[in-house]
């Protein structure tokens, strides 16, 4: 059971009415007035609570589970404890998060400004909206309905944001135009000067970042991750876009629709990625690129070339998963490889070097 002092259970609901939530079907003789009052992992839920099981790898959990309820595959059904009631998905982790979401929804903004906040006269701010203590709110900035702007977050001259969004504490937002219901966390730093100069023999000449960010709708922004402002043209994150916890994009980068980047991920400047494109953690792309639609590339690649639509990366530089696993495999075969004799009666081992 998550912690009631920081989390505050709605509920509960039936059977029934999860699996009217999941877009689940309830297993042969499940009981759809049982009640349920909360969620829980496997191994630590009880009888009035409900789970899931999403990966094989957690069969046994399952089959050893105390919870009243489950969501899973129908393949994985006759692993099932006694007197567990079943919910069927073909997705189960997505249906289990729609469960989730109903037990435990965001919470409603409580309006009103902190004595201590800072609101420019000329800022406008929607009705419902929520300043929290020590917030900065520049001129001309203009805040959507019932938007969260946290503890010490500064929001900057003429930035724009729609509805419904969050702005978590300490980050800070200027040069942006920012759609509904976008969630910006903790120290997150978007629209700061590209990374872009001149160099000469006096040394480097700052070129000014003269382009925003633009951010749609139901965007997703990490902790103390950045997004620097374009140099002209502009920096675009498409709407539904997730990004991790220290990612930096770079200047006048284009995301597409959808795209999910993992902890760590650096963009270079002016990169263009498709709709739904997925990079791993720690993954690095070189600037000027442009990366298909559907790609996804594994964590710890190098990204040096551009990427057709829907292949699989990996490696540095990357290649083709296929090819990635190949490398793989004839490196492994080559440490395992017996020395060979050269022409003077020496040994040779498979990295080339003479073994005496």
Known sequence: MADPRFFAAAGPFTLGQLAEIAGASLSAGADVDRVIHDVAPLDTAADGQISFLD?????????????????????????????????????????FAKIARAFYP?????????????VAASAKLAPGCRIDPGAVIGPGAQIGA????????????????????????????SHSLIGARAYIYAGARIGQDGFGFASGPNGHLRIPQLGRVIIGNDVEIGANSTIDRGAGPDTVIGDGCMIDNLVQIGHNVQMGRGCVIVSQVGISGSTKLGDYVVIGGQTGLAGHLNIGSGVRIAAKSGVHSNIPAGLEMAGIP???????????????????????????????????????
């Not at 965001?106 to 800072?118: E, K, L, N, Y």
């Not at 009666?345 to 990295?351: C, E, S, V």
Request: proline share 6%; with cysteine.
């Open 146 to 173: 019932r938007c969260h702007i946290g503890p010490n977050a500064v929001i900057g001259d003429g930035v724009t944001m729609g509805e419904d969004c969050v702005v978590g504490a300490g980050a800070s937002i």
């Open 318 to 356: 990357a290649v083709p998963v296929r090819e990635w696993r190949r490398q793989i495999a004839r490196m492994v075969r080559m440490g395992k490889a017996k020395p060979a004799p050269d022409a003077l009666g020496g040994r040779i081992d498979a990295a080339g070097d003479k073994v005496e």
């Open 106 to 118: 965001t919470p409603a903004v409580s309006a009103g400004i902190a004595a201590t906040a800072t």
């Open 55 to 95: 990966n094989r790898r957690y069969l046994d959990s399952f089959s050893a589970s105390l919870a009243g309820a489950c969501v899973l595959a129908k393949a994985h059904a006759d692993r099932a404890p006694a007197g567990m009631a079943l919910l069927f998905s073909e997705a189960p982790y997505l249906a």
